[in-house]
């Protein structure tokens, strides 16, 4: 069966519904801000501190970073990456993300925790 119907429109049934957010193309002015804002918070408190403290600061930093970065909890429940926040002094502040972001209260994941590992540690 052709994923197209006969009028030349798209099958929804094959293609599934269109997201409207998807056929945007310019979005607001801050949007781009707000995504980029802990990237160039960390840039500038790097820059001060190798400033300040030298070079060995920020370098301690940024290893330390990518270890918080890559610590996890098993794939099927999600991380709070608190050892991030901590590390950027951002734990005790209460952002937008923290109220409606929270996959733990509104995002149940039932998969299989064997496949998910396994699929984490690319075993196929």
């Known amino acids: 069966m052709d994923s197209a119907s006969y009028t030349g429109l ?4 094959f293609q599934g519904l269109g997201s409207v957010k998807s056929t945007l193309t310019t979005g607001h002015i801050l949007e781009k801000s707000e995504r980029t804002h802990v990237d160039k918070t960390d840039t500038f408190n790097h820059y001060m501190a190798r400033s300040v403290l030298g070079i060995q600061a920020p370098l301690k930093l940024k290893t330390e970073m990518q270890i918080a970065n890559k610590l996890g909890r098993l794939p099927c429940l999600p991380s709070s990456r608190l050892m991030a926040d ?3 002094g951002t734990n005790e502040d209460i952002t937008i993300e923290d109220i409606l972001n929270n996959p733990r209260e509104f995002g149940e994941l039932q998969i299989d925790t064997h496949f998910a590992m ?4 690319r075993l196929f």
Not at 10 to 13: D, T
């Open 10 to 13: 798209p099958n929804k049934l």
């Open 86 to 88: 901590v590390l950027r």
């Open 118 to 121: 396994d699929k984490r540690d």
